[in-house]
């Protein structure tokens, strides 16, 4: 193992904010998971899938949990001055968001695909004969999607995190992307708009046709969601290695 990798996968794992993330993020969205299968089951809600539940679970538990997983990769060496040593010790300041990126993301990958396919094989037989039925095929699609939505944005929180250093501001202007924006954008009648922000764009991928999220289609196939979260992911990474190389590490 490349020793600054090595070095990265040391301080992920050893920190408790690491598994207290990992943890909220399991006990979300399986927890939804399973409590929406049970509304389906007992309540009579027989529009939604076990697809839905998942997706359900991602976009407005989940997610978050990851953000804040992902964010403290680099803004909590900011907050305690480690990013100095981290520097000193990795001067190419590419090969430190290198390292992290090479860490944080296929954890995030195996995160996703966890918490998708424990929660799905919790909502299929409990949803079934009550609601929408769910292919082997859409259960398999809706799990890796959200391993790879949970990997792009993990990223995309490492380059806001890199360019603003700060856990609070990072975490507020993610959640805005991901959110709020998108909500005010949907008030505003620009529906078609919103399927391009991160948050709406990796759930889409989810699931083919209708938006459980929106209850409506998006403007494109599922397979483009991924590609169009990598996109953010770039820039939010590529400004985050522009503001590293160009300051200090005060």
């Known amino acids: 193992m490349n020793p600054a990798v090595h070095a990265e996968w040391t301080k992920f794992h050893s920190v408790r904010s690491t598994w207290w993330s990992v943890a909220a993020t399991v006990s979300l969205m399986i927890g939804y998971a399973g409590l929406a299968a049970l509304s389906v089951r007992f309540g009579g809600d027989e529009e939604l899938s076990a697809q839905g539940a998942i997706v359900g679970g991602t976009f407005y538990l989940g997610q978050f949990a990851v953000v804040t997983l992902a964010t403290l990769v680099i803004t909590s060496e900011y907050a305690t001055g480690a990013i100095r040593s981290t520097l000193q010790w990795l001067p190419r300041r590419g090969s430190v968001l290198l390292a992290k990126a090479a860490v944080l993301a296929p954890v995030s990958f195996l995160l996703g695909i966890v918490c998708a396919g424990v929660g799905m094989a919790i909502a299929v037989p409990l949803i079934s004969g009550h609601g929408p039925s769910t292919s082997a095929g859409g259960a398999l699609q809706t799990t890796l999607a959200t391993g790879g939505y949970f990997a792009l944005l993990s990223l995309f929180c490492l380059g806001v995190g890199t360019a603003l250093r700060s856990t609070a501001g990072s975490i507020t202007v993610v959640t ?43 403007p ?31």
């Open 220 to 250: 494109y196939p599922s397979w483009v969601g991924l590609p169009i979260c990598a996109v953010w992911s770039a820039g939010a990474l590529a400004l985050g290695q522009s503001l590293l190389r160009k300051r200090d590490a005060a």
């Open 176 to 218: 805005l992307l991901l959110l709020m924006v998108p909500i005010l954008l949907g008030g505003l009648g620009l529906d078609d708009v919103v399927h391009f922000f991160p948050g709406l764009a990796g759930t889409n991928a989810m699931v083919s046709g209708v938006s459980p999220v929106l209850g409506m289609p998006a």
